[in-house]
């Protein structure tokens, strides 16, 4: 072997190894600022309320209590409202991908005459807001769904946006899948759902991850419609609610002289680290339930096989 | 079954006072109720609240904001049926000008409502300045009227300092604003880092959103007035005159002294950025030497060193004035103006705060008797202090007391939420200052509870100053103006207005304070000359507003 | 000319006629379409209703149907407002920046992803580099202000190296404002902003690559001949819908870090709505209304403007 040979396959050698060095140094360090304020929040989570006031915390609890989600988990309410939570992000997940993946393929088929105006309607609605209290006038008095389950599940049933990331995608599958079980006798229902929906399942999770993170963090529609009824209260409603209660303590003494104050001089929790608990509580079961759906959209699949 | 005795001789009390409930039976009714504010959802077998269902029939279904404030109650009230009992929290005006509510003085008399007519006529309260111009009453205050003698108690606005730097001046309080920046600027030329190396922060001004009274407000007090918001009104004129204080010549020598501390080093550029949450950091950790604030705003701060027992850098207020060099050569609002010291008012009434009755309830007479019956001597025991020898006891001289645990557990909030209707209590009509017998009707404000509660440090302290309590370093409270605190009186007409006029404030001072000693005069005319004609704008409605108050006769 | 016209009027019935017997054919199209076209026409433009709002002085005592119209008088307050202009400015060049870094670092992230062979490494680094959005704004905000302050870890780390001499006050100065928001949600809203792209690489065609390779194109051409193409699509739709947000810079980031120093830089339209329409005790919505509408008009204006660019550039459309 001459010097020259191994300078050259070297050279190849090091061009390949380069690249994917450099690479994992970029990802690591971008892990390592997204990773931090995440774990700074759990410190913050898992620490003392009034020790707390004075920040200053980092990766690790200065002084150790478990209270802030104690504070959060006395409350039996809180049990009830994770099933409301639970059951409203599952069916408004699936009414949503049903509905939204039907339509983003019959508004991907170029031969389909409504196309052009159907997708115009839908798309505006990405950009005109009424206003709420006419949107409230609707839902509450019109459709009567004020202080019903339902109310979480029927106005929420559909999304512009995941609308148009599905019919890109499907836009991109090759044609000739659809052409060739059109030739089969397949109508257009037949075509989606026997072919296209399960050619589609990267871009249906990652719409039913938009979907289910929307429902799940949603405490709105409990604020607007059903907030005087305890059994219907979702969990990001109660959760809120326990933080702005605590955050109230101090505020509230504005009227109430001593007696407020003196409430919020004891009190065992802080605004700060029951926000942290919050965030915790709330993402936790959405980090649990990720993995399921990010299979399908970072491994992807192999379209050549189904081609085959 | 001295428990059950003692309850049905209360029982049969309330029933006596209330001949109106006694004649029907009362039929349990469900009420539903909105409260302006966050809150805890009370326990299912909340002690109070049984009593109230038991004995009164009357069960609550409470929601709480979680929402925008004025969000919400525009929402509620496009609705077609009003939560029967509605508290407006700090947005009250909205509902009132909706009229949506029942007028409490068509229900009123004396032989019907006897604790309520008693509440209007024969304490503190001016039933007149209460009513809107066409003689309604829609709100029955939640606070402030006061029976038989008034307890000065002092959680407002104040400059403070940490006590240790009282400790190091040999316990001389700072009087005037010159005395107070002097010692700040000794204390760190002798000790010029915190404990834990950290430079200290002379003083600290709090610029974030609605806080921004930290930045505005101080002048009229150095002027020698109470807290009326953002004006100034000569109280000795029949006309009261009414001026905004901030942009005015007297205004002048607060803020230039705040840009010479700036530039010798004693206020930092960040204090105009931070937020409230670092705020109460530096607080809590000590930074802080002084600032200007009021004193429930930063309670979680002071608690923090409490709890770790550095009670000398907990924070003491004082009244500081200007000294009359300061304003020489400076015109004064009016002639003979007393630039004495007026922190506290006597007897501030909330106004327009509390519950409000819908017209959509379904029997509103009955929710007066519910408001007049807990307004009851007998009641408002039960609601302030609780139930006897559970909540807290006689001691030997006869008087109400706490001991040290049922006082700390009123602060616990999972106590509160299994045996206190502090949902309903806040927002009903109280009577505050004292029982006939003397005990004070707020335990807090008991005076055996609170010498009880006082710190070893603080106690030594006020030794060392000489006060009983920390009221004593400010006068004895002014006689409250007619028109009440004008900081009360509602903005909402001039609302687009008002608003700029706050936000050239919040923009323009901190560049004035920031801003070169050289360009200060410059700035200063630039900023008077921006908000003139929205000072102008205010200041008239605000006069207008305080003459509707004071001579409601000449606008019916 | 009259020629044209008739062969016009001939052609239309027969054109028509056809329209209705493809639309019979299409019966299974329709089925899937259709009920969530009604669905909108309920729950998105019956309220636009509305509207009207924006032309009355609005009083909650009389509501909707009893208040006064004024016709134009609060679009006039608004567009003689310099706040209200100084709004716009601030939106605009705050949802440019966001549009910009957002979507290149988006883009370049997911790219990088795809280049990482080692499966539980990809999927680790996905997974934590989109923890950030479920932060709330308030935490992130709290962080950023504490890092970016005079003795914040960045000043620290600028007086370290010896870029500067006296710490930059960035959370003072009008001029960094935008900047500061850009970068934090870039770093906030990154990973979440990668799924999508991520999601769109699986459909390119392996046996792509396997040819690049055999043509012996190397990494970078990879990247750039099949990578990229292969998301152009999700791109550009997302880019025009992007396009018509433009109005939209958000309210709680800047918001929260506003304050007297930098409040020239800082106010987007809905922190002006915010603190006009709102603010006060009592709330004028018609402002409130007015602005929306001018938004959602201006919207779908840029909206159409890029759809069109787009097709003449023939590239994908949204529309």
Request: glycine letters at 6%; charged letters at 20%.
């Amino acid at each position: 072997m001459t010097t020259a040979a191994i300078k050259n396959t070297g050279i190849k050698k090091r061009r390949d190894i380069v690249f994917p060095i450099v690479n994992t140094c970029i990802l690591i360090l971008l892990c390592f600022t997204t990773l931090y304020p995440v774990l700074n929040t759990v410190a913050y989570s898992f620490n003392d309320g009034l020790d707390a006031v004075k920040g200053g915390i980092g990766l690790w609890p200065r002084v150790w209590s478990t209270e802030s989600y104690a504070s959060l988990m006395r409350d039996p309410a809180i049990y009830k409202a994770f099933w409301i939570s639970f059951s409203k992000t599952i069916l408004t997940t699936f009414l949503n991908l049903f509905w939204t993946g039907m339509l983003a393929y019959a508004l991907s088929r170029r031969e389909y005459v409504l196309r052009r105006f159907i997708t115009l309607v839908l798309v505006f609605t990405m950009y005109i807001n009424a206003g709420l209290i006419p949107n409230y006038l609707l839902i509450s008095k019109t459709l009567g769904l004020k202080n019903t389950y339902w109310v979480y599940i029927i106005p929420t049933m559909f999304s512009c946006f995941n609308m148009i990331v599905i019919r890109t995608y499907i836009a991109g599958l090759p044609d000739a899948l659809v052409e060739s079980a059109r030739i089969d006798g397949a109508g257009d229902l037949r075509s989606y759902f026997q072919i296209i929906l399960p050619l589609c399942l990267p871009v249906m999770a990652t719409v039913a991850l938009f979907v289910a993170v929307g429902a799940w963090n949603s405490w709105f529609d409990t604020y607007l419609y059903n907030g005087s009824k305890k059994d219907l209260y979702s969990m990001q409603y109660l959760l809120k609610m326990k933080l702005a209660t605590t955050q109230n303590q101090a505020s509230n003494a504005a009227n109430a002289t001593a007696d407020a104050l003196a409430a919020a001089q004891k009190s065992k929790t802080t605004p700060v680290t029951v926000r942290a608990a919050i965030t915790v509580v709330s993402a936790v079961p959405i980090l649990i339930v990720y993995p399921f759906l990010q299979r399908y959209f970072v491994t992807g699949m192999a379209l050549g096989s189904v081609k085959g | 079954m001295r428990k059950i005795l003692a309850a049905l001789l209360v029982l049969a009390m309330v029933l006596a006072l209330v001949p109106a409930v006694m004649a029907e039976a009362p039929a349990p009714i469900t009420v539903t109720v909105f409260k302006g504010d966050p809150g805890d959802q009370p326990t299912e077998d909340n002690k109070m609240y049984k009593k109230i269902a038991d004995e009164l029939g009357i069960t609550f279904e409470i929601e709480f904001l979680a929402g925008d404030l004025n969000q919400t109650i525009n929402l509620k009230i496009e609705d077609d049926k009003q939560p029967d009992l509605f508290d407006g929290g700090n947005s009250a005006e909205i509902i009132e000008a909706a009229d949506v509510l029942i007028d409490y003085m068509e229900y009123i008399s004396e032989e019907k409502t006897p604790n309520i007519w008693r509440h209007l006529h024969d304490t503190n309260v001016k039933l007149d300045q209460l009513l809107t111009e066409d003689g309604k009453l829609y709100i029955i205050p939640n606070y402030g009227v006061t029976y038989n003698r008034n307890i000065v108690s002092y959680n407002g606005p104040s400059f403070f300092l940490q006590k240790k730097v009282i400790e190091f001046n040999e316990y001389k309080v700072p009087k005037t604003i010159n005395e107070y920046f002097d010692l700040i600027e000794r204390y760190i030329a002798a000790n010029p880092n915190a404990d834990d190396g950290t430079p200290y922060t002379g003083f600290a001004i709090l610029c974030e959103d609605w806080r921004r009274f930290c930045l505005i407000n101080p002048v009229q007090h150095l002027m020698g007035r109470p807290n009326d918001g953002e004006v100034i009104v000569d109280v000795h004129d029949p006309e009261y005159a009414t001026w905004t204080f901030v942009d005015k010549d007297y205004a002048k020598p607060y803020y230039k002294k705040l840009n010479e501390e700036f530039h010798k080093g004693l206020i930092s550029p960040d204090t105009f950025v931070m937020n409230f949450e670092q705020y109460k950091n530096e607080l809590a950790n000590g930074h802080i030497l002084g600032m200007f604030d009021q004193a429930w705003d930063f309670g979680e701060a002071t608690s923090a060193l409490q709890n770790e027992k550095r009670y000398p850098e907990t924070f003491l207020p004082m009244p500081l004035l200007y000294e009359a060099s300061d304003l020489e050569g400076i015109a004064m609002p009016s002639e003979n103006w007393d630039l004495s010291e007026h922190y506290i008012n006597a007897g501030v009434i909330n106004r327009d705060r509390g519950f409000g009755i819908a017209k959509t309830a379904d029997d509103p007479e009955r929710l007066v008797q519910l408001v007049d019956t807990l307004l009851s001597d007998e009641w408002q025991i039960a609601l302030q202090w609780g139930i006897e020898g559970e909540d807290w006891f006689t001691d030997e001289n006869g008087r109400m007391n706490m001991t040290k645990e049922q006082y700390e557990q009123r602060s616990d909030s999972e106590w509160v939420r299994a045996n206190k209707a502090d949902a309903i209590f806040t927002s009903a009509p109280k009577k505050a200052g004292t029982m006939d017998n003397g005990n004070s009707w707020s335990p807090d404000l008991q005076p055996e509870i609170r010498d009880a509660n006082l710190s070893d440090y603080d106690k030594a302290l006020y030794e060392k100053l000489g006060i009983k309590q920390i009221e004593e370093l400010f006068s004895e409270p002014i006689e409250l103006a007619p028109y009440g605190e004008a900081w009360q009186i509602d903005k909402g007409p001039i609302d687009t207005d008002y608003q700029k006029w706050l936000q050239l404030q919040v923009e323009w001072l901190p560049k004035i304070i920031s801003g070169s000693e050289a360009d200060f005069d410059a700035n200063w005319a630039a900023f008077t000359a921006e908000m003139a004609p929205y000072s102008e704008i205010y200041a008239n409605f605000m006069h207008e507003e305080i003459l509707k108050q004071v001579y409601p006769e000449r606008y019916q | 000319m009259t020629a044209r016209s008739i062969s016009n009027n001939a052609v239309k019935p027969a054109r028509k006629k056809g329209f209705f017997r493809t639309l019979g054919k299409q019966w299974q199209l329709m089925i899937m379409s259709v009920p969530m076209l009604l669905y909108v026409l309920l729950f998105n433009y019956a309220p636009l209703w509305g509207w009207v709002t924006a032309f009355q002085d609005y009083q909650a005592k009389k509501g909707m149907f009893g208040s006064p119209w004024v016709g134009l008088d609060n679009f006039k307050w608004l567009f003689g407002n310099n706040d209200f202009l100084l709004s716009i400015r601030n939106t605009l060049a705050m949802s440019l920046i966001n549009l910009v870094f957002g979507t290149v670092s988006a883009v370049l992230l997911a790219v990088l992803l795809n280049e990482v062979r080692n499966k539980t490494f990809k999927r680790s680094v996905q997974t934590i580099t989109y923890l950030p959005h479920f932060l709330s704004m308030v935490i992130v905000v709290n962080m950023a202000q504490n890092l970016f302050s005079s003795n914040g870890a960045i000043n620290d780390l600028l007086l370290g190296v010896g870029l500067v001499k006296e710490p930059v006050f960035f959370l003072g100065k009008g001029e960094y404002f935008w900047w500061l928001v850009g970068v934090i949600n870039v770093w906030k809203e990154v990973g979440w902003g990668t799924i999508i792209y991520i999601a769109a690489m699986t459909s390119i065609d392996p046996s792509l690559y396997e040819a690049a390779a055999i043509d012996g194109a190397g990494r970078f051409q990879r990247i750039l001949h099949v990578t990229l193409p292969g998301i152009k699509s999700t791109f550009m739709v997302l880019l025009i819908m992007n396009i018509g947000h433009l109005l939209e810079a958000g309210f709680e980031i800047q918001y929260l870090m506003r304050n007297g120093l930098v409040m020239k830089y800082s106010d987007t339209i809905d922190v002006f709505v915010m603190i006009y329409s709102f603010g006060g005790s009592r709330p004028h919505y018609a402002y409130g209304v007015a602005a929306g509408m001018f938004k959602s008009i201006v919207g779908i204006i840029l909206l159409l403007g890029a759809n069109r660019i787009a097709k003449l550039l023939d590239e994908e459309t949204l529309i």
